[in-house]
């Protein structure tokens, strides 16, 4: 592995920072503007083994999805052009088999000396994971105290899951607009005012003592 770090407020050695990624649990990828493949950890050369999702062709990194390749290009392409982005960000993916997926992009901030988007520089990190949109079962109980159908409760969970309304629209199979419709009816529900409410709404009903049977106070906020 060569010297393929700049790296973000981090002052590690390719060596060291490759064996972090390695010791982590979902799929960890270094790429380059043009989306070569510098590194990945050992979760993300099972899901490129599974070709299901992912692929590594003669040392691209691509998707299975061609649409899905074309946005991981239009994000990379302006960030190894030294364009600055507000933090990661998340691109939903569907394997072959029809599980979704979830890449999120997190831009690296090279050395003031070197150009961010010269070979084998690192400009991005991706780390791929299944999205969870499967209801758990503990979320009956989110469910009864703000009286939700499945299909709200599903739109909640994959807001806090992978983020904005076009990001679950693309999560979910459905329309933009159709989203905006359950957005808003979850919204008069909990008494939500913003969609990062939902994020401490549902953390609220996932710890093992979360066992709620009456309806939280006004506005959403739980005990």
Do not use: W
């Not at 390719?14 to 493949?37: P, Q």
């Amino acid at each position: 592995m060569n010297a393929l770090f700049p790296l973000p407020l981090l002052s590690v050695d390719a060596a060291t920072f490759a064996d972090m990624l390695d010791g982590l649990e979902f799929g960890t990828y270094l790429v380059d503007a043009h989306a070569r493949l510098l590194h990945a950890n050992a979760a993300g050369r099972a899901i490129l083994a599974t070709c299901n999702v992912l692929l590594d062709i003669r040392g691209q990194l691509m998707a299975c999805d061609p649409a899905v390749s074309q946005t991981l290009r239009q994000v990379l392409a302006p960030i190894g052009g030294g364009d600055a982005y507000p933090g990661a960000i998340a691109i939903p993916m569907s394997g072959l088999d029809g599980d979704r997926y979830i890449a999120h992009v997190l831009p690296l901030r090279s050395a003031p000396h070197q150009c961010a988007g010269a070979a084998g520089t690192a400009v991005a990190a991706l780390f791929v994971r299944k999205a969870a949109l499967a209801i758990p079962t503990r979320s009956d109980a989110l469910r009864r105290a703000f009286k939700l159908t499945t299909t709200e409760l599903r739109v909640l969970l994959a807001i806090v899951e992978l983020g904005g309304v076009p990001q679950v629209a693309r999560g979910l199979g459905v329309a933009c607009s159709t989203v905006k419709t359950h957005l808003r009816r979850l919204f008069e529900k909990t008494g939500a005012t913003r969609q990062a409410d939902f994020v401490k709404l549902v953390a609220g009903y996932a710890t093992p003592l979360s066992d709620r049977r009456e309806s939280p106070p006004c506005h959403g906020a739980p005990r």
